[in-house]
């Protein structure tokens, strides 16, 4: 369903609010990633006059970058959505704001995920503090990586501290901070 209302909004966005900018991905002139980008950049944009003054210059602008990578797209799009709607990054800022969340998904093998969604640089500092503490373990712990990330991150949240999961713990070097070693 998310995939079939996503391509139902671009095919909305092709006929109806970005026809000129549409006319390029149909010309071969952009890619469709960068027609995605457009669509998803400008539907904060509501009042129909704006809309077409967008499509416009948005379809000149991409029209002329020849072959652009998407966040090249994301930017050309944004200057195009801000010169014609000052309030659009700051309306598409709270409606992201809105998107905060935490959500589990379990999966058919007896895992399950969670996903937060923050601030970048929010998630970025989680991100990097959960590396650190999974980077603390001796050379002797077993798991991956991804592993420790994960038992770290598990950790983090639950409020339970993160071990070592070495053999030995008389000879562990694991450097957690104040944290208890091993088991």
């Known amino acids: 369903p998310p995939a079939a209302r996503a391509l139902v909004s671009q095919a909305v966005a092709a006929s109806e609010r970005l026809p000129k900018t549409a006319e390029l991905l149909r010309e071969g002139t952009i890619s469709q990633p960068m027609f995605?980008?457009?669509?998803?950049?400008?539907?904060?944009?509501?009042?129909?006059?704006?809309?077409?003054?967008?499509?416009?210059?948005?379809?000149?602008?991409?029209?002329?970058?020849?072959?652009i990578s998407e966040k090249k797209a994301e930017k050309i799009t944004d200057r195009v959505v801000t010169r014609?709607?000052?309030?659009?990054?700051?309306?598409?800022?709270?409606?992201?704001?809105?998107?905060?969340?935490?959500?589990?998904?379990d999966y058919s093998d007896g895992l399950g995920g969670v996903t937060v969604t923050a601030d970048a640089e929010e998630a970025r500092l989680a991100l990097a503090a959960v590396n650190a503490l999974a980077e603390g373990v001796c050379p002797n712990d077993p798991r991956t990586i991804g592993q420790r990330r994960s038992a770290a991150a598990i950790a983090r949240l639950r409020g339970l501290a993160f071990t070592c999961a070495c053999p030995d713990?008389?000879?562990?070097?694991?450097?957690?901070?104040?944290?208890e070693i091993s088991d």
């Not at 904060?44 to 002329?64: C, F, M, N, R, S």
């Not at 014609?84 to 905060?100: L, N, V, Y």
């Not at 713990?169 to 944290?179: F, I, P, V």
């Open 169 to 179: 713990s008389s000879t562990c070097t694991a450097t957690l901070g104040d944290q």
């Open 84 to 105: 014609h709607d000052r309030d659009a990054i700051r309306r598409r800022r709270e409606k992201a704001r809105k998107r905060k969340n935490v959500t589990n998904r």
């Open 36 to 67: 995605v980008t457009a669509v998803a950049r400008t539907d904060i944009v509501d009042e129909p006059e704006l809309v077409t003054a967008v499509d416009t210059d948005l379809a000149k602008a991409l029209g002329g970058a020849g072959h």
